[in-house]
């Protein structure tokens, strides 16, 4: 893996925040999306993953092949459908114990009991529990957390995998006032590694892994416009979708560089791929045809605002491509195995530590066929990963020295949950 990281991470980051020493001039000419040949890199760089996702990942066997994982807990958010319930199935069967963090307890609890009667048998009832989580509340989720390290157990892997991409929907706000992708994408997971912080230093070498996504390098964060309420951008669920798995990547790079190599965390960022799930089904409506609407509503008006000749011409050859991509995108056991790989590979430890000996400005991030690649460019840029950063504390109630609060073993106090006020 070392081999292919270096040559992956061997160019300087491409960050294009303020220039040096251009000062206060500088300040006002605040980049406020990417340009434009990032935004056509970033759209080709999807298509590419379309087209040849199955070809890069032939190396991978399906499903994943396990070592025994008995000593493991792990946390998983989302595992009710989709990538998360293979995540923790495939898990489970292996040996660790396993934490379904989810909102719909009823269907988790559903889920064990179908696993455990085709599991009979085979080995030792499947050790899982389920615990409740809501994401468009933070108050639920400082509550899991608060619920979790009163247990003083080992946690040795939280996958933040729950995700929403809302396509075609109109911008809606969490009851803590966010736009819904910011919360569930990137806010609430954000709340939830940090406050599990003391569970993950008990059970190190631990991992914190977060189901990101390729469409992070069309994504860009304004900080000072986290909703995308102010109208500089207009809203659309892509803008949500992108700019929330964007402030993942960079929040999570500033949590890998401040969580001390003594407390044993390995932070990273997957991409599972393109995978049919209810992310990209919706009411029995497969992804082909749901592209359409998210094509139109999403990306066409981006298109025209850039390239408007072209964009009058894009529905024919979409709706003329659109039917060969079933035969492109991933199954959800495939799709689970990047972050799978993640979590279990004795690799991926070493190859954290050495980015960051190498003060790397971005964590680890592994592509659907489990080799580690570089985020966006913008990903690389600093100086807006740190405001992320102290945006994301602010927005989610935790000070600015919260994790390094918790990692010498004292409290922090969170604005929502038991401790508001
Ligand atoms: N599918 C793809 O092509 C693709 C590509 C790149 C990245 N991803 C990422 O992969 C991850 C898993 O997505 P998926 O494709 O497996 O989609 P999925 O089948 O829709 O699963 C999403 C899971 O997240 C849970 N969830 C949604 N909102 C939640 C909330 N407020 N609180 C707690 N849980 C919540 C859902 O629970 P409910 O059942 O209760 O709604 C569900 O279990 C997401 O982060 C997604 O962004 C997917």
Redesign the pocket.
Known sequence: MASTSESAFSREGKGEGKGEGEGEKVVKKKKEGLGWMEWVRGWLYLAYEMLFQRIMASHLQNPMPLPPLHDLTCII????????LQIARQLAESGAHVVMA???TK?AHELIRKWQEEWSGMGLPLNIEVME????SLDSVVKFAEAWNARSGLLHVLIN?????SIGEPQKFSKDGYEEHMQ??HLAPALLSVLLLPSLIRGSPSRIIN?N?I?HYVGFVDTEDMNVVSGKRKYTSLVGYSSSKLAQVMFSSILHKRLPAEAGISVVCV??G??Q????ESGGIPFPSRAVPFILVDVLPQLDHLMGFLARDLPKIVQAAYRLIPYFIFS?QE?SRSALFAATDPQVPEYCEMLKADEWPVCAFLSEDCRPTNPSEEAHNLETSYKVWEKTLDMIGLPLDAVETLVQGDEVKCRYGAHEG
């Open positions: 958010t989302g595992s009710t459908s989709g990538i998360g989810v909102r719909n269907a989580l809501d994401l468009l995998n729950a995700g929403i991409f569930v994408n189901v996504s469409m991409s599972p393109i995978v799930t209810n992310v990209t959800a799709g």
